[in-house]
């Protein structure tokens, strides 16, 4: 059995705020490397009519469930638990027993991994119906693992949410920096946004700081 730590550190670089992870003990992989989050983007796209969904499977984006990243010894899932564990993680055989969570959605620590589930910010569903379904295998997968569209939630939080946008739920807490991860993953891969989804996001932009 191991003890790992694990940390998120937030530095911000000419007004990017990049989050980086740093994993003390597990020095030989190759970490994430900071991704930029324009805080309180500017929202410039153009809204297109919502896609009817057709023929979506979580399987057209992890074929045989969640992948192991490369450089990384355990599946996405359980590498994301175990660098947002703000505590050391107890794993073994790529099972982790024990960490701490901080849910950013309804501002609920968590010390039980069973409590608490890997929530995509941009629901897969979501993505293909904003144009993910027009991509090929591995820009899918690639978005399906990417630590920005990733976040460690309580799990009941997590299913109420399902594949819901913006303008049908929004979190208790965290909306802001929501709304900006949410943005920033559909500008990455290049989905769309449609009306609705749109005039929630600019009406949650207009609160922020």
């Not at 409590?115 to 379904?133: E, F, K």
């Not at 295998?137 to 819901?164: C, F, H, Q, W, Y």
Request: charged share 20%; net charge negative.
């Amino acid at each position: 059995m191991a003890t790992l730590m694990s940390k998120t550190t937030a530095t911000v670089l000419g007004g990017l705020t990049a989050t980086a992870i740093a994993i003390a003990g597990y020095s030989t992989l190759n970490q994430p490397q900071p991704v930029p989050v324009t805080t309180k983007p500017a929202i410039t796209e153009t809204a297109t009519p919502k896609h009817v969904r057709q023929g979506y499977e979580r399987t057209l984006f992890m074929p045989s469930g969640w992948p192991t990243r490369d450089g990384e010894q355990c599946n996405t899932r359980i590498e994301t638990l175990r660098q947002q564990s703000t505590t050391p993680v107890t794993i073994e055989n790529c099972k982790i027993t024990a960490g701490t969570w901080q849910s950013p959605y309804d501002n609920v620590t968590h010390t039980n991994p069973a409590d608490v589930q890997i929530d995509h910010i941009v629901p897969l569903a979501n993505a293909w119906d904003s144009g993910a379904w027009q991509q090929n295998e591995t820009t899918r997968e690639a978005l399906a693992v990417d630590p920005l569209n990733l976040i460690a939630v309580t799990g009941t939080v997590n299913m109420a949410k399902s594949d819901k946008g913006p303008d049908e739920w929004m979190p208790e807490h965290w909306r802001c920096e929501y709304i900006d991860r949410w943005v920033a993953v559909k500008r990455k891969y290049k989905l769309t946004f449609d009306d609705k989804e749109l005039t929630v996001i600019k009406t949650e932009l207009a609160k922020c700081d």
